[in-house]
């Protein structure tokens, strides 16, 4: 096939990446991951947590090429998903993370990232590649810092100077040889706010994350039971955690979206927890339709709000539990019985006596008899 100049067709890429609404692309080339080392001390060390495909997919992730076997190039685009909105302190509504406010992230920069890829092959007839958008085993924060898109912090997540890290990452591997960026420079220095920011001690030390203790891994990917001695500092987080982002200095150079895609949902932007408790599966898949909050399933997702009304400490939420102590899910009736554990109050002892009384789950049972045992430990309110 013909190829035009790589430089030219470099500065092509990111022009045309630019009209499709990313604000920074980065080139570099398909090679062995630089940190295999480090990936593969994380996932020995478990901190994958029941994420079984990291430690599936652990030898083609250090490898482009074992995706896409005559893979030369990665083009790395960030696309910008912070609508400018900020959350207020209110223990009976629930935060969402930012990224999930609007559409599912997925289906929007995969559909841009394939428009960038046709417009590759009009450039490159007969050039092939694959694009993807954090579903297969491409370390895409990895790559963007090797691409000089910006530089990995001590949370984890990518950073860029020019924007922060309120932005999605896509990845489109090709066949074909281009101009590369030198890698990002860290630029985090001495600062270590995201470490004491975490709630639940996940960033165990700089650069190192153990998803077992993350919020984001224990409202989303955790399928079971939350630990209890986490759940208190879930808080009212019912789908993710942004906290490390939220205090980092370089988001300060945040700019609003424009992407009307990423603007929140009315339904997403701190909603009504006790309502949320009702939602049964065919309610849930219409309401996050489109959603990335569907990833979380309907029973993870009402676990997770009835955490939240746990914690909330209100009597106003004692009649959304005393509901979701009924609930089809043993998932949901066990930290429905914790949560009410939590508010300790007569009513509350009450609905979990006589669900006592009722129940045939052993393990609900036994958040119940927990429950109550905190219960009469608690002083009277």
């Given at each position: 096939?013909?190829?035009?100049?790589?430089?030219?067709?470099?500065?092509?890429?990111?022009?045309?990446?630019?009209?499709?609404?990313?604000?920074?692309?980065?080139?570099?080339?398909?090679?062995?991951?630089?940190?295999?080392?480090?990936?593969?001390?994380?996932?020995?060390?478990?901190?994958?947590?029941?994420?079984?495909?990291?430690?599936?997919?652990?030898?083609?992730?250090?490898?482009?090429?074992?995706?896409?076997?005559?893979?030369?190039?990665?083009?790395?685009?960030?696309?910008?998903?912070?609508?400018?909105?900020?959350?207020?302190?209110?223990p009976l509504r629930g935060r969402i993370s930012r990224y999930a406010w609007g559409d599912d992230y997925h289906g929007v920069v995969r559909a841009r990232l394939e428009e960038l890829y046709r417009f590759i092959r009009l450039q490159v007839p007969g050039a092939s590649g694959l694009c993807y958008v954090d579903t297969g085993p491409i370390m895409e924060k990895v790559w963007g810092a090797e691409s000089a898109l910006g530089w990995i912090g001590k949370h984890t997540n990518l950073i860029t100077r020019e924007q922060g890290s309120w932005f999605f990452i896509g990845v489109i591997l090709l066949d074909l040889e281009l101009?590369?960026?030198?890698?990002?420079?860290?630029?985090?220095?001495?600062?270590?706010?995201?470490?004491?920011?975490?709630?639940?001690?996940?960033?165990?030390?700089?650069?190192?994350?153990?998803?077992?203790?993350?919020?984001?891994?224990?409202?989303?990917?955790?399928?079971?039971?939350?630990?209890?001695?986490?759940?208190?500092?879930?808080?009212?987080?019912?789908?993710?955690?942004?906290?490390?982002?939220?205090?980092?200095?370089?988001?300060?150079?945040?700019?609003?979206?424009?992407?009307?895609?990423?603007?929140?949902?009315?339904?997403?932007?701190?909603?009504?927890?006790?309502?949320?408790?009702?939602?049964?599966?065919?309610?849930?898949?219409?309401?996050?339709?489109?959603?990335?909050?569907?990833?979380?399933?309907?029973?993870?997702?009402?676990?997770?709000?009835?955490?939240?009304?746990?914690?909330?400490?209100?009597?106003?939420?004692?009649?959304?539990?005393?509901?979701?102590?009924?609930?089809?899910?043993?998932?949901?009736?066990?930290?429905?019985?914790?949560?009410?554990?939590?508010?300790?109050?007569?009513?509350?002892?009450?609905?979990?006596?006589?669900?006592?009384?009722?129940?045939?789950?052993?393990?609900?049972?036994?958040?119940?008899?927990?429950?109550?045992?905190?219960?009469?430990?608690?002083?009277?309110?």
């Open positions: 096939m013909s190829v035009p100049n790589k430089s030219v067709l470099t500065e092509q890429i990111r022009t045309e990446a630019e009209r499709l609404g990313f604000f920074k692309v980065g080139v570099t080339r398909a090679r062995p991951l630089p940190s295999e080392e480090r990936l593969e001390r994380w996932l020995a060390d478990g901190m994958q947590g029941a994420m079984g495909y990291m430690e599936r997919q652990a030898e083609r992730r250090k490898d482009p090429r074992r995706v896409m076997e005559n893979a030369l190039s990665l083009v790395v685009a960030a696309m910008n998903y912070d609508s400018g909105d900020s959350l207020r302190d209110d101009e590369y960026d030198a890698a990002e420079r860290d630029y985090c220095g001495t600062c270590a706010r995201c470490i004491a920011a975490c709630p639940t001690g996940a960033i165990v030390a700089p650069y190192v994350l153990d998803a077992r203790l993350c919020i984001s891994y224990l409202t989303i990917e955790l399928r079971g039971p939350i630990p209890r001695a986490l759940r208190p500092l879930v808080g009212n987080r019912i789908y993710g955690c942004d906290d490390c982002q939220e205090v980092c200095p370089w988001n300060r150079f945040a700019v609003s979206s424009t992407e009307p895609a990423f603007q929140p949902r009315p339904g997403n932007w701190m909603p009504e927890l006790a309502p949320l408790v009702d939602l049964g599966p065919d309610e849930f898949n219409r309401r996050f339709a489109s959603s990335a909050v569907r990833r979380a399933g309907r029973d993870g997702f009402v676990r997770n709000v009835v955490v939240a009304l746990g914690n909330s400490r209100s009597p106003e939420a004692v009649p959304p539990l005393a509901r979701a102590l009924t609930d089809p899910s043993a998932l949901v009736r066990g930290h429905a019985s914790w949560a009410l554990g939590e508010i300790d109050c007569p009513e509350a002892r009450a609905l979990l006596e006589a669900a006592r009384a009722r129940e045939t789950d052993l393990e609900v049972l036994d958040e119940i008899d927990a429950a109550l045992a905190h219960s009469q430990e608690a002083p009277e309110p």
